[in-house]
């Protein structure tokens, strides 16, 4: 059989549906919720073999399950309008926060009134209000994420706080090559540090009894596949259908829509809804990527520990200026030690290291002389992740924007987290803003 004889054999057996949704993390599941609940016939590819997307962890042989990051969801999040069958799945937690600063002690996450701004003493006191003083006088034009942080808090607090470092070690990019525009849409807490009326009122928060309110929750100890499978399992009720470990390979326009040639066969649509990264979805339609969006690779290690730990926290936050990682969470915290030992996973962006074992070495050494662990402190495994979040260097989100709407003239809808290029921290944020691209009203689906 010649190729074109195989290729009309394979698009004769072209499963049709309504919709193909690319991806199954949670903006592909919840915008196959939504189109499911509209009567459509939705398929759901992802090269992945699970659904969840970068929601995923590992275990090890001795019991120990890490995730790749940290992820708290609430009892009120949107996502269980559309999946209220996993709030019995999930882990009711008392997180608490804290950060490594400069100076070498844990404190509040993301500022400290007391350590980063009392402390400073009178010189320092003097010199954090002068900064913000200069700043808002004479540094009001801004062109970056540095010059909005800057701004609002000064350029002596932005270093004594670590908070300039952290935005490097987070967004893989020097504060000054971050851009303007994301720093307006994810950073605006910072104003709320820089009044002091502000800062008495959180103050004053703080001592207050707490309140009524959403209750935190973690994925079942077991992993995200115990979260993620129930999920999809209502969603094949609903008629869903999934094609995971696809092997996505191209699409093509047809007068019907598009095919999506994947490596056992063909699934056709009239409409695509793209939640991948956007570099994936323009190789699938042939497009180069001009100019190349960057994203972060994402080093997790995973740790075990035995001895005296130098915090009570269950998430720590790398505000020095010195060492690679960023963030650390102790899922022992959450779900119990195994075998009497703690355990917690570290997160490190790969470009400001460049191996696992240097990741590794680069923590031993700074968490240790820190005084973070005074003890038995165990590699036991380690992930790399691609694509983990986009990196948002100037001019980024003006080219994602270009990117996006080259998919949208060829027909592809490019949403969510990874298809918009769009930091979005939590599910909440996820959920709401796919049942915005979908076209749903917060109640539509009514649970």
């Known amino acids: 059989?010649?190729?074109?004889?195989?290729?009309?054999?394979?698009?004769?057996?072209?499963?049709?549906?309504?919709?193909?949704?690319?991806?199954?993390?949670?903006?592909?599941?919840?915008?196959?919720s939504i189109l499911a609940s509209r009567g459509e016939r939705v398929v759901v590819v992802d090269d992945y073999g699970h659904p969840g997307g970068n929601h995923m962890d590992w275990t090890s042989p001795e019991g120990y399950t890490f995730d790749v990051g940290s992820l708290i969801f609430q009892d009120d999040s949107p996502l269980l309008r559309h999946f209220p069958e996993l709030l019995s799945y999930y882990v009711p937690i008392d997180p608490s926060w804290g950060r490594l600063n400069p100076q070498g002690k844990i404190t509040t996450y993301p500022i400290s009134i007391r350590d980063d701004i009392l402390a400073a003493g009178p010189a320092g006191l003097v010199r954090i209000f002068a900064s913000v003083l200069f700043a808002r006088v004479f540094l009001r034009r801004m062109a970056n994420a540095r010059d909005f942080a800057r701004y609002w808090i000064g350029s002596h607090l932005l270093h004594r706080s670590g908070l300039e470092t952290y935005m490097k070690r987070f967004y893989g990019l020097a504060a000054e090559d971050i851009d303007l525009d994301l720093a307006r849409k994810r950073m605006l807490w910072i104003s709320e540090y820089a009044s002091v009326i502000n800062l008495t009122r959180r103050a004053f928060k703080r001592r207050r009894a707490a309140g009524p309110g959403n209750r935190q929750m973690a994925r079942p100890k077991e992993g995200f596949a115990t979260l993620y499978e129930p999920a999809a399992r209502r969603l094949e009720r609903d008629g869903v259908v999934f094609r995971l470990s696809a092997g996505m390979r191209g699409v093509e326009k047809v007068p019907s829509g598009f095919e999506l040639s994947l490596a056992d066969g063909v699934v056709s649509a009239q409409r695509i809804v793209s939640t991948v990264p956007i570099a994936i979805a323009e190789r699938l339609c042939g497009m180069a990527s001009q100019p190349v969006l960057k994203t972060i690779t994402l080093i997790s290690l995973y740790f075990s520990f035995s001895g005296e730990r130098g915090f009570t926290q269950s998430i720590i936050y790398n505000f020095s200026h010195t060492g690679a990682w960023k963030r650390l969470t102790v899922y022992s915290d959450f779900y119990g030690r195994v075998n009497g030992r703690e355990y917690f996973a570290v997160e490190v962006i790969a470009g400001h290291v460049g191996t696992i074992d240097e990741a590794e070495g680069d923590f031993r050494q700074h968490a240790c002389g820190n005084g973070m662990f005074a003890g038995d402190l165990k590699l036991e495994g380690s992930q790399v992740l691609e694509n983990a979040y986009p990196i948002y260097s100037k001019g980024a989100a003006q080219n994602a924007a270009n990117a996006i709407s080259k998919l949208r003239m060829f027909g592809i809808e490019s949403i969510g987290r990874q298809g918009g290029f769009n930091y979005q921290p939590t599910?909440?944020?996820?959920?709401?803003?796919?049942e915005a691209a979908i076209g749903v009203s917060g109640g539509h689906l009514g649970n």
Do not use: C, K, N, P
């Open 1 to 32: 059989m010649d190729d074109a004889s195989h290729q009309a054999m394979q698009m004769s057996a072209a499963q049709h549906f309504d919709v193909i949704v690319l991806g199954a993390g949670i903006s592909g599941l919840v915008a196959a």
């Open 427 to 434: 599910a909440r944020v996820s959920t709401i803003e796919v």
